[in-house]
T-cell receptor, first 115, second 111 residues
C-alpha cells in the first residue's frame, strides 16, 4: 500500500477563496482523522470518522470548516471562506479498528498558506 | 478541561546518553498511550504504544512506561544517537478511537 495520500502538498490561496484538501486513507482502515498543525497550537484534532461516519467534530474551529467522507477511500476537508489564520499544515491519518493495532498512519500533509 | 503536557519544548543530550521524555495528562481516560516521532516537513510516525493495563513496553532502544494513577508516561531512548534527533509526540487514544496529541518535545542528540 502507498500509505495515506494527501493532495495537494502545497496550497497558496487568497483570503476569501474556497480551499479543498483531499485524503485517501490506507485500504482497510476504519478510522480517518484530520489534524491541523501550527507552531502555536501544536497538532490539533479537527474531526474523525469511523466507517465513513463523523464521530467527533468538536475540534472543527468554525462553520467555515467542513469535512466529508463519501466512501471508505476518500475524504475532503473544505474551508470556505479561507482566512490568513487558517494557514497551517493539515494532516490526514488513518488507523485500523481497535483490536487490530491502533497506531495512526499519517500522510505527508498539505501546507496551506492563505494570503 | 482536558490537557496533555510534554515535559519541555526542547531536550539536548550527549550521544550515548539516555533521553527521557515525559507526557502528563489530565481529565482523560485513555485506553492507549502512543509515542510518535516527527521529522521536519513530515507527518508523525508511530513508534510504540502501551495499553492502559500495561506498565512497561520495550522495543529495541525504546522503552515506555505508563502510570495511570500518576497520569503519566515516560519515554526513554537508550544509547542515543544523533539520528534520534527529532520531535517526539505522545498521543492518547480512547476506546472510541479519538486520538489527541501533546505539543511534542524536540530532542537534539549531540555527537
Amino acid at each position: 500500500d502507498a500509505g495515506v495520500i494527501q493532495s495537494p502538498r502545497h496550497e497558496v490561496t487568497e483570503m476569501g477563496q474556497e480551499v479543498t484538501l483531499r485524503c485517501k486513507p490506507i485500504s482497510g482502515h476504519d478510522y480517518l482523522f484530520w489534524y491541523r498543525q501550527t507552531m502555536m497550537r501544536g497538532l490539533e484534532l479537527l474531526i474523525y470518522f469511523n466507517n465513513n461516519v463523523p464521530i467527533d467534530d468538536s475540534g472543527m474551529p468554525e462553520d467555515r470548516f467542513s469535512a466529508k467522507m463519501p466512501n471508505a477511500s476518500f475524504s475532503t476537508l473544505k474551508i470556505q471562506p479561507s482566512e490568513p489564520r487558517d494557514s497551517a499544515v493539515y494532516f490526514c491519518a488513518s488507523s485500523p479498528q481497535t483490536g487490530q493495532g491502533v497506531e495512526a498512519f499519517f500522510g505527508q500533509g498539505t501546507r496551506l498558506t492563505v494570503v | 478541561s482536558q490537557k496533555i503536557e510534554q515535559n519541555s519544548e526542547a531536550l539536548n543530550i550527549q550521544e550515548g546518553k539516555t533521553a527521557t521524555l515525559t507526557c502528563n495528562y489530565t481529565n482523560y481516560s485513555p485506553a492507549y498511550l502512543q509515542w510518535y516521532r516527527q521529522d521536519p516537513g513530515r507527518g508523525p510516525v508511530f513508534l510504540l504504544l502501551i495499553r492502559e493495563n500495561e506498565k512497561e513496553k520495550r522495543k529495541e532502544r525504546l522503552k515506555v512506561t505508563f502510570d495511570t494513577t500518576l497520569k503519566q508516561s515516560l519515554f526513554h531512548i537508550t544509547a542515543s544517537q544523533p539520528a534520534d534527533s527529532a520531535t517526539y509526540l505522545c498521543a492518547l487514544r480512547t476506546n472510541a478511537g479519538k486520538s489527541t496529541f501533546g505539543d511534542g518535545t524536540t530532542l537534539t542528540v549531540k555527537p
